[in-house]
């Protein structure tokens, strides 16, 4: 193992995200297989690839996003804001299409002839041979646009989209979004103080949320506002809900069954499925749903396959499962994401074992089977006979093209394999069962003096890192091991792949059942593995894992001694209104359940080493979260560390900031812990 070379392996390669492909689309009649890829595991540039015969070959690129016609015989992609286009049968090399500006989110209409995008906030078609270019939509004020979705829509539903074709392509489905309402944050750079500060409207918990309303816009010129409804009713809201009015547009698509649009209070209780008259704008309720906690729709649905067949979520006791016309998926799975149909056979993915996530096919008259087996987190993509299974396990990442449930070949993950090599030990850890993960050094032997323990948990809502597959966390994990610490990753309460009522143990406290959980596991990898010293004990995370290291020095530091905290949302009032009202409600509300989750009244506490790390360009956990956090410990005398980041966002990648950090890190963690490779 080189473990001096991995931290900058790390960074270059963007934490083994390039040479992964993604964004794999397969053409209905399953002959060809377009996909983004860099060519090399370090090389940030991605390719538009397509897989056709058993051979791959570049299309276009470098590119950021693409979309395809009804046929993935068109394709529209992006070059720094540039509109380019291509053909997969052969029709020349790509062409840059003049557009009125720089271009966001293409799409092609069905029948490959037309391209709408989003340029300044305005809804634009350009026709595929470049001409035609003119306004559908045009922002009446800067803080308008039409045709991209909210920030709400993107960082906490999950709704990337603002627009959507007829399957006619004679008309769109538009999303118009108005954020004159919602609290505004400035972005500065203080290592370039002449720069002028930039405006973010961001929706904290409690404050003002961008209006989104749809409408209809044919290519002719015609415009139709949806009547969507801005209250529901009494009668369709549980005991005790505080918001009735529809804030949330949280899925929207136009295919067979016309418009279909889901809605979702402001409370997240109740949700209405509707369908759109595409003439008049009118709306019918398909689906009405209500909730005592939330409504969580898995990505996907709802879905209409090609005869009408409804997809929808479902909670049956402790399941998320979904429903298919009048069928319930099988009982003990639960259910991740709907990925599509392909005429009236539908794909999805659930777990039976939390660890684990394996694609499911259903269609009436075969009923339901599972496709892939081996264990690890497994995913898929549908079109015509052919099906493509991107799988990642403990062995690899692999993506396998089969057609008729045959394997024809493999798009190749050019991905660098790590320097250091994962060695985990999953565990299931107390009454819980909690799922572990531990990583001992290579060079450990029984017998050898304890080793102090490091907790790399993320332990937060909508991402789970104990699963049977290795990636950039488990590397990261072994070389922590490597340098002489016990690392020990385990998913608590709120993580998802565990039933209702395991997410929702968090209501109320975001940290409470956590951080129990966190101190069970190591309690109980203690029990298993003698290695572990508790005498030592230090915990690191990021964003709402960062927020976990901090709470548990402050709350318990009988068991932790050190802790790094990146990016940790301190502050539960400064994050986003959908996120954190889920768990704690409307802070008018519930002041208790916020000031229970805030680190801010405990800074006082503080009797360990702590060390706060934050990218002063995050527009997700405002720096704010950090410096609030370290006034108060400075306030309240407590000395620690704090390392500001210019120039850096939410997520820290490159060469001179991940790999620097990483070294950093260890350095406190050591000094703070006493540790040191033995090998």
Not at 15 to 28: A, C, E, M, N, Q
Not at 51 to 62: F, N, S, T
Not at 355 to 364: D, I, S
Not at 460 to 488: D, R, S
């Amino acid at each position: 193992m080189d473990i001096d070379g991995f931290p900058r392996q790390f960074a270059r390669t963007r934490r083994f995200t390039l040479g992964v492909p993604r964004d794999i689309t397969v053409s209905p009649d399953g002959d060809r297989v377009l996909f983004l890829r860099s060519e090399s595991g370090v090389d940030p540039r991605a390719h538009l690839w397509m897989y056709e015969g058993g051979q791959e070959r570049i299309l276009a690129g470098p590119t950021t996003a693409y979309a395809t016609d009804r046929d993935v015989r068109v394709v529209a992609h992006l070059l720094d804001g540039s509109l380019w286009t291509v053909r997969t049968d052969g029709g020349g090399p790509p062409r840059r299409i003049p557009t009125a500006g720089p271009v966001r989110d293409p799409r092609p209409s069905p029948d490959g002839t037309l391209i709408a995008y989003v340029a300044r906030g305005a809804l634009r078609v350009v026709g595929t041979d470049g001409t035609g270019d003119r306004p559908l939509a045009v922002p009446e004020s800067a803080d308008i646009t039409y045709g991209l979705p909210d920030h709400t829509a993107v960082e906490s539903i999950g709704r990337t989209r603002g627009h959507w074709w007829s399957p006619d392509g004679d008309a769109l489905l538009v999303a118009r979004v108005d954020t004159s309402g919602v609290e505004r944050r400035w972005l500065s750079d203080p290592s370039d103080p002449g720069r002028v500060p930039r405006s973010v409207p961001y929706p904290a918990a409690g404050t003002v949320n961008a209006v989104t309303s749809l409408h209809l816009m044919t290519v002719a010129g015609g415009h139709t506002p949806v009547q969507l409804p801005h209250r529901a009713p009494a009668k369709d809201a549980p005991t005790g809900s505080w918001g009735l009015a529809f804030e949330y547009v949280v899925s929207a698509d136009w295919q067979s069954a016309g418009p279909v649009i889901g809605l979702q209070t402001r409370d997240q209780k109740t949700m209405w499925v509707l369908r759109a008259d595409p003439a008049t704008g009118a709306v019918e309720p398909l689906v009405r749903q209500r909730d005592e906690d939330w409504i969580e729709y898995p990505p996907g649905a709802p879905l209409h396959t090609a005869a009408g067949m409804l997809v929808l979520p479902e909670v049956r006791g402790d399941e998320r499962t979904i429903r298919l016309g009048d069928v319930l998926a099988p009982a003990g799975l639960h259910v991740r994401a709907v990925l599509g149909s392909v005429g009236e056979r539908v794909l999805f993915t659930a777990s039976e074992e939390p660890t684990e996530e394996h694609v499911w096919a259903y269609e009436a008259g075969r009923g339901f089977e599972r496709l892939t087996h081996t264990p690890g987190v497994h995913t898929a993509t549908a079109g015509g006979d052919t099906l493509v299974v991107d799988s990642r396990t403990l062995d690899g990442h692999t993506v396998t093209v089969l057609r008729d449930g045959e394997p024809q070949g493999r798009i190749a993950v050019l991905a660098q394999q790590p320097l250091v090599t994962p060695r985990p030990a999953h565990l299931p850890l107390g009454e819980r069962k909690l799922r572990g993960r531990l990583h001992l050094p290579s060079w450990y032997e029984p017998g050898m003096p304890r080793l102090p323990v490091l907790l790399s948990p993320y332990a937060g809502p909508g991402m789970q890192i104990v699963t049977k597959a290795n990636g950039w966390h488990t590397a990261v994990c072994q070389w922590y091991a490597e340098h002489g610490f016990a690392v020990l990753a385990t998913d608590g309460r709120g993580t998802p792949g565990r039933g209702v009522r395991w997410q929702r143990a968090v209501v109320g406290d975001r940290l409470g059942p956590v951080l129990d959980d966190q101190i069970d596991g190591l309690h109980a990898a203690a029990e298993h593995c003698d290695a572990l010293d508790l005498g030592r004990v230090g915990i690191r995370g990021w964003s709402f894992s960062g927020y976990l290291a901090a709470g548990a020095v402050l709350h318990r530091p009988d068991v932790f001694h050190a802790a790094v905290a990146g990016a940790p949302p301190t502050d539960r009032r400064l994050y986003d209104t959908y996120w954190e009202e889920r768990y704690l409600g409307h802070p008018d509300l519930e002041p208790l359940d916020y000031e229970r989750s805030s680190l801010l009244p405990v800074a006082g506490n503080l009797t360990r080493p702590l060390m706060l790390v934050h990218g002063l360009a995050d527009e997700n956990v405002a720096p704010a979260h950090t410096l609030r956090l370290s006034a108060a410990l400075v306030a309240a005398g407590r000395p620690h560390r704090v390392l500001l980041l210019p120039g850096v966002g939410h997520m820290v990648t490159g060469e001179g900031v991940a790999d620097t950090l990483l070294t950093l890190e260890l350095d406190f963690l050591k000094g703070s812990l006493g540790a040191g490779a033995g090998a």
